[in-house]
């Protein structure tokens, strides 16, 4: 697993070739190893924008590139090697084990109807290890709960050896100790990171970059301190928004109240 860097120039989309654009044209630079967290609004675009960016939504206009690569000009196999995805929506083999699910990120590296190899045994063992997944590697997925299942889509993600991962969502279902945990893992990682995210305080603790979004536009793009201000959020959340630094950490804190009207 090497991180790349994700360079997206002027990526436009909208559902079918008349549809009015629901992404309006969005660029930035995401240098390799960088977490860049997606915030905004209900309906500002992010899952949109994701999609694109794991090559489901074909944009209208612009680029994609991961490295040296234009992912939407590469076989789907080949862009399957550079950029995976952990989405909200789970699979529905819940007959499938656990080891089983994680095998599926290796799909992309074999031809035909070959055997997993030693190469990919060890590979998924060690993913089973890192996200504590040992344990429960032969229960079927279907009888997971939802933390657990979110462990192993990012499993089945890491097994495909990405040079970007995408997530969406990652923290929904878990408690806090695994949101830590996720969180802790996804910084970790040599693996160039862009997800989506509701939680302000933890995407500002998580992401070294952070891009903003409203209404299918980008608003912004910098670092969490420069992006979330008081009166950015307050503007674009429609709440009352202050920012405290805590002590000892020195992190930024938001609160958010309902405006007085
Ligand atoms: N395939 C589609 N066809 C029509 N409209 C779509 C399609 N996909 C998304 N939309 C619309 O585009 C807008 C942006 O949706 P998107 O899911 O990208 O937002 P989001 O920021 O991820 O929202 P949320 O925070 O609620 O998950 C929404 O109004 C949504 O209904």
Not at 86 to 112: C, H, K, N, W
Not at 117 to 126: L, P, Q, S, T
Not at 191 to 219: K, P, W, Y
Not at 248 to 255: F, V
């Amino acid at each position: 697993m090497t991180a790349a860097s994700l360079t997206v120039t002027d990526v436009s989309w909208g559902p079918g070739r008349a549809a009015p654009l629901i992404l309006q044209p969005i660029s930035f630079h995401l240098d390799a190893g960088r977490v860049l967290g997606v915030v905004g609004p209900n309906g500002a675009g992010k899952s949109s924008l994701l999609r694109v960016i794991y090559r489901f939504n074909q944009p209208r206009s612009g680029k994609v590139e991961v490295g040296d690569s234009e992912i939407w000009a590469l076989p789907p196999k080949a862009a399957a090697q550079r950029v995976a995805a952990v989405l909200q929506e789970q699979p529905t083999d819940f007959a499938l084990t656990v080891a089983e699910i994680v095998a599926l990120g290796r799909a992309p590296y074999r031809s035909g109807f070959a055997t997993p190899g030693a190469r990919d045994a060890a590979i998924i063992e060690g993913m089973l290890d890192r996200l504590d997944l040992y344990s429960m590697a032969d229960r079927a997925f279907g009888t997971l709960s939802g933390g657990e299942r979110q462990r192993v889509m990012v499993a089945r993600a890491l097994a495909q050896e990405p040079s970007l991962l995408v997530l969406d969502e990652p923290t929904n279902h878990l408690d806090i100790r695994h949101q830590l945990d996720v969180l802790d893992l996804i910084r970790d990682l040599d693996v160039t990171i862009v997800t989506s995210l509701h939680d302000l305080n933890i995407a500002a603790g998580a992401c070294d970059e952070i891009l903003l979004m409203s209404e299918g536009r980008q608003l912004a793009f910098g670092t969490p301190h420069d992006v979330l201000s008081e009166d950015t959020v307050s503007r674009v959340f429609n709440v009352a928004a202050r920012r405290e630094t805590l002590t000892p950490s020195g992190q930024d804190h938001l609160t958010f109240h309902l405006p007085v009207s």
